[in-house]
Nanobody, 124 residues
Framework: VQLQASGGGLVQAGGSLRLSCTAS????????MGWFRQVPGKEREFVAR????????YYADSVKGRFTISRDNAKNTVYLQMNSLKPEDTAVYYC??????????????????WGQGTQVTVSS
């Protein structure tokens, strides 16, 4: 499975970005997909995840109400729409695929494939 993320960049506080992640080599339509982020010197932080149907989503409290995760199974792509961005959202964002058989998919250990990461920088 390969995950290719894109869409990161530099944006001012209050602005928006949309990250995309295209998967290949797996069974995207049946996979749980998610996003994590990491700041240098800190552990990877769960951001959001979405079930294969697209109807069940879950967010970290820090992004709830500002970020929206979605997916297009026909395009093997998962998205992260980020609105009202804050400087503390600055991080490298990783697209991830969930391991089979897990219950909640909220920790890094619940995911087995990680994309290369895309940098998001929010200036104040």
């Amino acid at each position: 499975v390969q995950l290719q993320a894109s869409g990161g960049g530099l944006v001012q506080a209050g602005g928006s970005l949309r990250l995309s992640c295209t998967a290949s080599g797996g069974t995207f339509g049946t996979d749980v997909m998610g996003w994590f982020r990491q700041v240098p010197g800190k552990e990877r932080e769960f951001v959001a995840r979405i079930y294969y149907s697209g109807r069940n989503t879950y967010y970290a409290d820090s992004v709830k109400g500002r970020f929206t995760i979605s997916r297009d199974n026909a395009k093997n792509t998962v998205y992260l729409q980020m609105n009202s961005l804050k400087p503390e959202d600055t991080a490298v964002y990783y697209c991830v695929r969930g391991r089979y058989g897990r219950l909640t998919w909220r920790t890094a250990d619940d995911y087995d494939y990680w994309g290369q990461g895309t940098q998001v920088t929010v200036s104040s």
